[in-house]
C-alpha cells in the first residue's frame, strides 16, 4: 500500500534518515521504535506529505491511482501547484494521522468536526454553495447521521453537540482518530495515541483500533513512548526500530513478547512507571529513604531522603495548594473532576523528589507555574511565602532556581557571554567559550546549563527546579548530569524527567 | 431627508465592505490592510468603465469584482507561506502598490482611460455618470438609496449563503489548526485563494457603488487609512459571525455624525474622526477583544 | 556618484529608523507601528520649542527625550497588559496602530496638517570631490552613523547590551537567570522612541516635515528590517543602506514617483523568495 525507498534527511548537517526503505501492506499495525531523537517524528512528518526529504521515493499505492514522488524535487515541478508534496494530496492517497496534541477544531462541536473531514463535500465549493444550496444540504443531512453513527459506535453518543474543546482527552482521541478515518484514511499514522491518558482512556483507545484494524482492514503505523508500547501488544504485527538513521522491519510473533525488553512487561503494573535507571541510584546513593507517592492521572512523585541532605525537623520549602494551570481554554493541571480541585504538592527542604509523568500530563507547564511564567491559579508557597503572585525573577532572586531543559538557552550568544550574565564564572567550560551555544551537542550544552544554574544556588535554602534534565542525553550524558545535580548547593532539588522511557531504549 | 438618504447609501457601501472583510479576517484568522486597495479597484473599473464605454452599473461592477479578484491572488498565494507579521507586511505591500498605481497612472494630455492615462493620478476622476440599470438611470438620491440597498441585500444575501456552507465550516477549520484541516485532505492554498477573490470582488463592488454614488474617484480611496478604518469596522464590531462587521460599520459610520454637531472647523473634524478610530482600536483590544458581538479573537 | 551620495545619506537614516523599530521588534515581538506617530511627533515638538526661543540644543534633544519617554509609556500602559494576557503579536500590531492613528491626529489637531521646515534660509553647500552635499545631509549622515557605531558598541560591549541580546533569545530564561525582564522590555522600547526622534529630527532638519509622514518612514525601516534579516540587530542597517542607494537608483532612472512601487515590490520578492532577509539565518517560518 505504501513503499518508500532511500529516504534522507538532514536538518543543518545532522543527517537523521540515511537511506530509509520502507513497505506497508493492508492491515498491517506497525510499531515505530527508536530513542528520542532518532527520526520517528522526522519520518512520519514525511510519509504524511508535512516534510519533503532531501532524497528518495515515496509510492502511494493505497487506492486506485497511484502516485510517486521523487525526490529532489525539480524546481520546475513547484510551478505546478497540483503537483506538490504537500499534506493535503498525501491525505487524499490514504493516508490519515493523529496529532500527539490531538488538534481537533476547537470551537466545533464533536459532529462537525467529523463531518468536516468527508472528502469531496460540494458544499466546500463556494459556487456550488451558492447556487445549489439544496444539493450541499442533502449533503450535509446524510453526513450528520452518519458521524451520529460514527460517534456512538466509538462511545460518544449524546455528546455529538459538545464543543470539541470540552471533552476529555481520551475522548478528543477518539474523535481524532474517527475524524482521519471519516476523512477516508486506509493507513493511518498514529503519534502517540495513549499519551497522557489514564487506564480507562487506554482501554478505549486501544479497543478503538482493534476494530478499526478487524472490521475496516486499516493499515496502522504507531509511534508511542516505551512506557505505553506494552499496552500495544497483541495488536502490533511488525516493529521498525529507527536506528542511527536506518529502519531495520522485523515481524512480530502473534501473542509473544519476545521483541520487546522482558523489563518492559509492565502492562499491568498499577502504576505505569516504577523503573529506575542509573542516574536514580547516583542521586539516591546509599541508604537514602525513599518513597513513591502516585499522583493523579498515572504520574508518580518519588522522594528521594538521603540522610546527608535531609533532617526529619526541616520545614517545608515548597508547597503548592490547589492549582489550577490552563493553556487557552484548555485546563492543564488540577480540575481533573470536579471535586478534586486543584493540584497539591508539599516538598520538605531536603528532598530530592522526582517527578514521572506521562506525556501531556502537563509536566513542563507545571515548571512554567511554579516558576512564573505562566498564570496559574491557586497558591504557591516558598519558604512560607506565597510567591503566586511575584514575577518570574523575583522568585529567582527569592531562590527559586529553575532550570530550563538545554534546547532553552540563549542561541546567538556565546557561552562566556552567557555566563557573564550571572555573577560568577568559573573555568570548567573555558574551551568552548567563544562558540555559539547553538552550535554546541546535545551533551555540551546540558553540561553549560548545569554549569549556569550551580552558579546561582545560595548555599542551605534554596530550591533548584529542573525541566527535563536529562533529554537528549546518552547514559554517560545523563550520569554526570545527575553528578552534577547531586553537587549543587540547593537544599532541595525537584527534578521533572521528561519521561524515564528514553535512557531505557538506548540500553 | 437627503442627509439620510446619503448616510444610508454609505452605510450600505461599508456593511459590504465590513463583511467582506469579515470573510477574511474572521473566518480565515488572516489580518489584511489591503482591503481599500480592492475597493478603490472596483471604483476605478466602474468609472473607467461608464466613462468611456458607457457600461450599465452590473457589468462594469461585476468587471471591476474580476479585476479585483484576479489582483487578490497576489495576496492569497503569498498567504500559503507567509503567516503572522509577514503576511501583514505583504498585505502592506499590496496596498502600497495598487496605490501607487493609481496615483501614477498618468501623463499629462492623454485623454482619461487610454494606456497612458489609466488613472489620471492624483487629480482623481471627475464627472463619474449616474449609475445605469438596465438602461434606466438612477437618477435622485431617494432611487440611488433604493438601488444600494438592493445591491448590498444581493451581497449579503451571496455572504449569508456562504456563511452558512460547508465552505464556511472548512474556512474555520483552517483558521483554527491549518495543519490538521491539510492533513485530513482538505485543500487550504486553494479556500485562501477563494475566499480572498470573494471578498476582493465585493469589496470592488462596493467600491463601485461609492463611486457612482460620490461620482469623483481619487487615489485616497486607496489609501492606507480607508483600509485601517475597515479593519477597525470588523475589529469594534466583532468578528467571525454576522452582525459583528454590521454593527461595526453602523458605528463608525455615525460616529462622525454626531461629531458634527460639535460644529469644529472641518479639518479639525477630520482628525478627530481618526483619532476617535484610532482610539477605539486601543480600547477594543484591551477592553473587548473579540468586539462587540464577535465570536472570534484575532490571533 | 551623486546618486550613490544622496542614497547613501538617505539609506543610514533608514538604518537608523530600522535599528529603532528591531530593537523593539527583537527582544519583545511587538511590530511596533506607533513608532511611527512619534516619528511625527518630534519635530512638532522641536518647532515648538524653537518658537520659544528654548536654546537650538535643548529644543533638538528634549524631544529625543520626550519620544523616549512616551515610548515606554506606551509599554507600561499598552504592551505589557497585552502581553500578560498572553496576547497574539496580531493584537500588539493592532493596539499600536490605533495609537499611531491617536498621535498623528492629536499632532495634526494641535499643529495643523501642513508642511513645516525646521531651517531657515539656504542651506551651505559642500563639494567634496565632483559631487554636492548640503549641510543638512552631512549632519544627517554624521548623527545615523555616529548613533549607529554607538549602539553597535553599546550592545557589542556592554553589560546592558548583553542582556539586551539574551532577551532577544530567550526571555524566559533570561527571567530564571533573575533578570527583570519587564525592566528590560521598557528599556527596549525607550532606545527606540529616542532612536525614531533623532532619525525624525534630521530628516525634518534637512527635507522639512507634516504629520502624516510617520509611517512612511517606519514602513520605509521595516522594509530594511525585512530586506537585512530580522534575525538580528545589526543586519537592518545593510536593509537600511541598500533601501536608500535602490530608491536613488530608481529617481535617477525612471522618476520619484516609482519610488514607492520599487520599494514594496522589493519587498514583496524578499518575503515570497528570501523571507529571512540578506543576514537572516534561516529559520521555519510555518509554524509546523
Redesign the interface.
Known sequence: MLRAEGLRKAFGGQVVLDGVNVELHRGQVVLLRGENGSGKTTLLNILTGNLEPDAGSIHYLADGSPRTYRFPRRWWQELNPFDHFVPEFVAREGMGRTWQDVRLFGSQTLRENITVAEPGHPGENPLMALIAPARSARKEKQLRDQADTVLSRFGLAGREDSSADKISLGQSKRVAIARAVAAGAKILFLDEPLAGLDRQGIADVLSLLKTLVRDHTLTLVIVEHVFNQPHLQGLVTTDWLLESGKLISSLRQGGEQSQLDPSLSIAHHPSPIVSRPAWFHLLAGDNAEIIDEPLTRGALLTRIRRPDRFKPDNPPILEIRDLVVKRGPRVVIGGESSTTGGMNLTLQTGEIAILQAPNGWGKSSLFSAICGHIHSVGNVLFRGQDINLKRSWDRARAGLVGVGSNDALFPSLTIRDAASLLPSISTTIRDQSTSRISSLSGGERQRAVMHFSNTRHTPGSSLAIYDEPFAMLDHAAAIEAARQIVNTNSSTIFLIPSSLAQQKETV | MNYILHLLVYFNIYVIVAMSLNLVVGYCGL?TLAHAGFYAIGGYTYAILAINFGWEFIPAALAGAAVAAMLSL?VSV?AW??????F???T???Q??I???L??WTSPGEPLGSLKNLTNGPFGITGIPRPVLFGWRVATPAAFAIFSTVIAAACLF?LW??KT???A??L??MR??E???????????L?KV?AFA?ASGLAAIAGALYAAHVRYLDPSSAS?DES?LM?SMV?VGGLGNFRGPALGAAILILLPEVLRFLHLPD??AA??R??I??????VM??VR?QGLAG?Y??? | MQILANGFVQGLVIALLAIGFNTVFLPTKVFFVAQAGLYALSPFLALQLLRWDVPWWLAFTLPVVISAGLAGLMETLNHRPLQRREASTGVHLIASLGLYIAIVQIVAMIWGNETQVLRRGIDQVFRPGDIILTRSQVIAAAVSAILMIAYIFWLRRTNLGLQFRALADNPIQLALFGYNTDRLRMCAFMVAGGITACASLVTAYDIGFDPHGGLHAVLLAIVAVIIGGRGTFVAPMLGGILLGLLRAQVVWHWSARWQEAATFALLAFFLLFRPHGILGRKMRLEAE
Do not use: C
Open positions: 489580518l497576489f503569498s507561506r507567509l503567516k503572522g507579521d509577514y501583514v507586511m505583504v502592506l505591500a499590496a502600497a502598490l496605490f501607487s498605481l496615483y501614477n451571496v449563503r456562504l456552507s460547508p465552505w465550516r472548512l474555520l477549520s483554527e489548526d495543519l490538521a484541516a491539510r492533513g485530513l485532505g482538505k485543500n487550504t492554498r479556500a477563494q470573494i492606507l485601517i479593519l475589529l479639518a479639525q482628525n478627530l481618526l483619532l478610530y484610532g482610539l477605539l482600536l486601543v483590544v484591551h477583544p465570536e479573537r484575532i490571533q
